[in-house]
């Protein structure tokens, strides 16, 4: 059996011990305290950075003038037979498979134009997807832009209705 000295020793070096374990996680405790505010300050410095690129882009969008605002635009299909089709995004390979895209010499009203990885697409306000202008080799014109949509007189075109073309009884109502 131990004796009490030796006890009182080594709970007393369990004791120090201790006392060095928790001098040193204070200190850890205090050098990670000073990281994370030092990456609070960076964060902020960030935002801050951002927030002023973020007015200098839009100081510049407004230099371009009120003529360069894309607004709703209309643009007319040059396609025929099949027309063309939408896409879920403004990417060639991400294509809705439904047939619904317009045919020429259907018009559709576009909010919104995305350069995607090989072509300039436009969106349809229909909320159906993304038109490509050009083929992907950009060698064939998909539509022609006819101007906003405040100075086109629409009653003058057909605005495509989102009809799927790719089955026989819309060639046939289309034929007669």
Known sequence: EMCIRDRVCLRLGEWVQGCED???????ARNLRKKLAATQLNLSETRQELEAASVVASSQDDELGPEC???RRVFQCLIDNKGVGYRFSPNFSDKNPDGCGPITP????????????????????SGRGWLP?????????????????????LS??????????????WFQSKQS
């Open 22 to 28: 928790s001098e040193h996680h204070r200190e850890e």
């Open 69 to 71: 605002e894309f607004g």
């Open 106 to 125: 259907q018009v559709i009203v576009a909010d919104k134009m995305a350069h995607g990885p090989h072509a300039i697409f436009v969106r349809c306000v």
């Open 133 to 153: 202008l050009t083929n992907q080799s950009g060698q064939t014109r998909c539509f022609e832009h006819l101007g906003r949509e405040e100075d086109v007189n």
């Open 156 to 169: 003058h075109y057909e605005l495509s209705q989102g009809r799927n073309k790719l089955n026989g009884d």
